[in-house]
Nanobody, 115 residues
Framework: QVQVVESGGGEVQAGGSLRLSCAASGSIYGFLANAWYRQTQGKERDFVARISNAGNTNYAVSAKGRFTISRDNANNTVYLRMNNLKPEDTGVYYC?????????WGQGTQVTVSS
């Protein structure tokens, strides 16, 4: 069984920064990639950023240049550094860990950006 736990959310003013963390535990052998998604009320989860086990990254257009995804394999943790936050970045951020063809999701962490 794999557990994924996000943390680091909070409320900031526009232009501020936050760093989200995604910690994985359990049977984590063979994890290939991690990704962050954002969900606002009544909408589907939108892709934000992805990082492979080798460190290759991809970003949504809205995140490129402002967000940085990184990983610490020794501690099984993935981070999402978010700078210059905008009100439209508000939502619940979920971390997805993928291994052996299975997706594991955390419970999410709320990010609120006020104007």
């Amino acid at each position: 069984q794999v557990q994924v736990v996000e943390s680091g959310g909070g409320e900031v003013q526009a232009g501020g920064s936050l760093r989200l963390s995604c910690a994985a535990s359990g049977s984590i052998y063979g994890f290939l990639a991690n990704a962050w998604y954002r969900q606002t009320q009544g909408k589907e989860r939108d892709f934000v950023a992805r990082i492979s086990n080798a460190g290759n990254t991809n970003y949504a257009v809205s995140a490129k240049g402002r967000f940085t995804i990184s990983r610490d394999n020794a501690n099984n943790t993935v981070y999402l550094r978010m700078n210059n936050l905008k009100p439209e970045d508000t939502g619940v951020y979920y971390c997805r860990a993928t291994g052996a063809g299975v997706d594991y999701w955390g419970q999410g962490t709320q990010v609120t950006v006020s104007s």
